[in-house]
């Protein structure tokens, strides 16, 4: 039975009974892909009878995606939908545009690009924000997803932060303010939801809260006057919804994170901030929660400290039992849980007009799905708008000599993981461009891949090192931190320098590692760019590696 209501009024929020509204308050992670056996996670994203089940028997109120093409992301949501009772929230970590997690769609460059651009013409920095939210929120629409888990409003003004990092609209408290409120007003032209993140402020950490707790020691006056403030602008701009942050703020509640609060939640965010929209929290699976609180425990002090949607629980049928006990045993009160659903459904009114129809207030027909429209995604116009944003904050420093086919050189490309790297296909310009410069591929990650004789290794003389060319993909990396292959990018870096082979480099993704490593970068040919994706590759090198023909490029782009 395929869940489709067609004509029949679903009830108010009080009607339903307690299991299916705490089940709404639960949004699952699924994978993009539609072929189970292309699931790249299997410990956090179900298969498809178990979404299956999700959506039709427990009723979750929405669903998170990530991966696989926006083809499939297309089918994948109008299934979902066609299968739930009450139309879905489908959401996505959609930070630098839709192609940063479904292929196929534009792919941006990490937000803290506008602070560059910013930088040096703010008013240009204001325009391309506003247009790339709007870019976003017409692609995410395009696909079925009506839930933008943008932007982030973090203040990264901890340079060692691994979690936040270029995700942030820059390390300034106002820049971050008005970019944050110039992306929503373009998400705004689309119907969709949006989420600023991460209450009440993720910036200035150094600790990865996907494995542990961080704790922010500030005062309360320090906390009002730079990482409360973008969400203060956030919510004046009309955000519909706020994630929560997996960390410890002593000042605001000594005992429990701020996910799990109900002074931070409660207290600061509702009735000081005044904010009225959804709370959701972050990942629930997440370490920072998970190791100290358990998946029950932590969903049920969650909702008790004021959040409506629980993201991601390790077990959602586990977590909507546990919630309900705490309602049925007086932990949790009734009006708790209808206040969260009467959110939902205030949302879901504006997130999927095309299944609810006009005046319906709480009862709506449950109508079929839209239907995808790929003609939106990827058009020309969005494109040239990543590569605008790309070119206008990437930075050129002199002209790269070519190798000759008779004298050939290396094209050192450090990365972190070369196994499944999206940005590293073989058709991509960080690839194909150098070898048409005879610069020949030499591939080194930190997980121990060496496309390179075992004899000639680092430090080896020469014949092993030739002239060379290297290209640094270094970003901040959730999980393991960018530490290790910034050590071995400075061991390479500082071996060809030294055989004074080092011909140019490139760095793709952190300012902090260009400023980490601008020691070695002094009167050597570089470059860097914001990006890592194809795109960012295709303008950097041919301004660094210009053809034989082209003219010399005068222009320097700085940040």
Request: proline share 9%; net charge negative; glycine share 8%.
């Amino acid at each position: 039975m395929s869940g489709v209501i067609a004509t029949s009024r679903l009830p108010a929020p009080e009607r339903l009974s307690l299991p299916e509204q705490v089940a709404q308050m639960v949004v699952v992670r699924a994978s993009g892909h539609l072929f189970d056996h292309e699931i790249r996670y299997p410990a956090w994203e179900a298969d498809s009878a178990t979404l299956t089940r999700y959506v039709e028997e427990l009723g979750v109120g929405g669903v998170i995606l990530l991966g696989g093409s926006v083809a499939e992301v297309g089918l994948k949501t109008q299934t979902l939908q066609s299968q739930a009772r009450i139309p879905l929230l489908i959401a996505a970590d959609v930070e630098e545009g839709v192609g940063q997690r479904f292929s196929g769609a534009t792919w941006f460059p990490p937000p803290m690009a506008l602070s560059a651009v910013a930088d040096r013409n703010p008013t240009a920095a204001l325009a391309y924000a506003e247009a790339f939210g709007a870019a976003t929120a017409a692609e995410a629409l395009a696909i079925g997803l009506n839930w933008v888990l943008a932007p982030v409003v973090d203040v990264n003004n901890n340079p060692a932060n691994p979690v936040i990092n270029v995700r942030a609209f820059g390390a300034g408290l106002e820049r971050v303010s008005d970019l944050t409120q110039a992306f929503l007003r373009g998400a705004q032209t689309q119907p969709v939801l949006t989420a600023a993140k991460h209450f009440p402020g993720h910036g200035d950490t150094a600790t990865d809260s996907h494995l542990d707790l961080p704790v922010l020691p500030h005062s309360r006056d320090r906390l009002r006057d730079l990482e409360l403030a973008p969400f203060r602008a956030a919510i004046a701009a009309g955000v519909d919804s706020i994630m929560t942050a997996h960390l410890k703020i002593p000042a605001l509640d000594a005992r429990l994170p701020a996910t799990l609060s109900p002074a931070t939640l409660t207290g600061l965010l509702r009735q000081e901030m005044g904010f009225d929209g959804l709370i959701v929290t972050d990942a629930l699976i997440m370490g920072a929660i998970a190791n100290t609180y358990g998946p029950y425990e932590a969903a049920v002090l969650a909702v008790e400290a004021g959040a409506d949607v629980l993201l991601m629980p390790s077990d959602p049928e586990g977590t909507i039992a546990a919630v309900v006990e705490a309602v049925t045993l007086g932990r949790i009160a009734p009006e708790r849980i209808t206040a969260s659903v009467e959110r939902l459904w205030r949302a879901k009114q504006k997130a999927a007009p095309a299944l609810i129809p006009d005046g319906a207030g709480h009862a709506w027909e449950h109508l079929p799905p839209p239907p995808v429209n790929l003609a939106a995604v990827a058009q020309p116009a969005t494109r040239q708008l990543a590569a605008d944003i790309l070119t206008a904050s990437m930075t050129v420093q002199g002209q790269i000599t070519p190798s000759t086919a008779a004298d050939p050189g290396h094209n050192l490309v450090i990365v972190d993981d070369a196994i499944g790297c999206r940005f590293l296909e073989p058709t991509a310009a960080a690839l194909t461009w150098p070898q048409r410069h005879h610069y020949h591929l030499k591939l080194v990650d930190t997980q121990g891949c060496q496309h390179w004789p075992q004899s000639q290794g680092i430090g080896a003389a020469e014949p092993g090192l030739r002239p060379s060319l290297v290209q640094i993909f270094v970003r901040g990396n959730p999980f393991r931190g960018s530490a290790p292959l910034l050590q071995l990018a400075t061991i390479w870096l500082e071996t060809l320098r030294s055989a004074q082979l080092l011909r140019g480099v490139v760095i793709y993704g952190s300012p902090y590692a260009l400023k980490q490593l601008s020691p070695y970068l002094e009167q050597v040919p570089h470059g860097f760019t914001y990006g890592q994706m194809p795109l960012a590759q295709s303008l950097i090198l041919p301004a660094l590696l210009p053809e034989p023909s082209a003219t010399p490029i005068s222009q320097e782009f700085t940040d």
